[in-house]
Each structure stands twice: as structure tokens, then as C-alpha cells.
């Protein structure tokens, strides 16, 4: 569940992620109202202005302008072992998927959804998105994975270890 950001925390160090997930983006820079527009906005010009050789352009929604706001440019590391699988370190840039623009749109096709990057797993280069109502997901060489239904749940997951649920037709 998504808190309201200006809701006064019971202690000073208490957030809303696990204690596993909030030392993890602590150490990577996050603090509880760290909102960086600027950076978003910069981000959003730069994919809203890149188009791929077919013609493919990126979708810049304000699901994303906000996890970019909140998120963006940590470098996330694994601090601990996973629960179901191994995490991985993360790097929230959306510019790591500029080129990927009709991977996107292919995806946001078969969601029913626009969709944006959001960044990468560092080891495995695998490219995080989030679509128009917040859900995210990472794509890779095996398939594309459903994360969580907001970029809490995604963060949660993969810093974590829990196993996303892969995308199926149908």
C-alpha cells in the first residue's frame, strides 16, 4: 500500500518499505520525500524527443514522471540474500531503455497500457518499466516478468528476492 508522503511517521527511521528494502535505498541515497522533478523532466524531454529508425517513440506518463521524481538515478545495492531467488543490484534510469522503444511499445500493445522505462538490473542488464497506472515490470532475455502493481511493490520484489510472475498470452 502506497502512504501519503506528508502522513507523520510513528519514528523517525520507520518508512514504508520492509526493513531489508529501506536500508537498501537508504544506502543508495533515497530519504522519505526526495522528490527530484527537475531530473524527471530532463528525463522525459530526453525519451519524448528520441524516435527509433522505424519510427517508435517512447511514452512519458505521470506514473513514471513520478517514480523518476522519487527514484531516479539510485543506484540500488543487494544488501541481503533473497527470500526465493538471488537480487540483484539496480540502477533507476529511464535512459537505459531509450533505444528500446518498440520493446515498449510492444508491451504496452499486449498490456492494454502505455509504457516507460524506468531503468535496468545492473547484473543482468534486464530493463525495468512501469506502464500508465503504475505497474511494473522487467523485461529480459527469458521473457517479460510482472514486478508489482505499484513501484513499491517492484522495489519490494526485487531488492528482496521474491520471484516475479511471468507474462503469459491469455
Known amino acids: 500500500m502506497h502512504t501519503d508522503r506528508t502522513s ?12 531489508v528494502v529501506d536500508a537498501a535505498l537508504r544506502s543508495a541515497g533515497w530519504q522519505p520525500g526526495r522528490w527530484d522533478i527537475k531530473q524527471a523532466e530532463i528525463w522525459a524531454d530526453a525519451l519524448r524527443g528520441h524516435e527509433s529508425p522505424a519510427g517508435h517513440r517512447h511514452s512519458v506518463f505521470p506514473a513514471a514522471v513520478e517514480a523518476w521524481a522519487e527514484f531516479g538515478g539510485l543506484h540500488i545495492p543487494t544488501t541481503a540474500p533473497g527470500r526465493q531467488i538471488a537480487p540483484t543490484p539496480l540502477h533507476l534510469d529511464p535512459l537505459h531503455g531509450l533505444h528500446m522503444a518498440r520493446t515498449l511499445v510492444d508491451l504496452g500493445r499486449a498490456l492494454d497500457s502505455e509504457v516507460a522505462p524506468l531503468g535496468e538490473e545492473s547484473d543482468t542488464r534486464a530493463l525495468l518499466a512501469i506502464d500508465a497506472e503504475g505497474r511494473t515490470y522487467t523485461l529480459d532475455h527469458t521473457g517479460d516478468w510482472y514486478l508489482g502493481a505499484t513501484i513499491d511493490q517492484a522495489l519490494t520484489t526485487l531488492v528482496s528476492g521474491l520471484e516475479p510472475v511471468r507474462l503469459t498470452a491469455g
Open 8 to 19: 507523520p511517521s510513528p519514528t523517525p527511521t520507520s518508512t514504508r518499505f520492509s526493513a
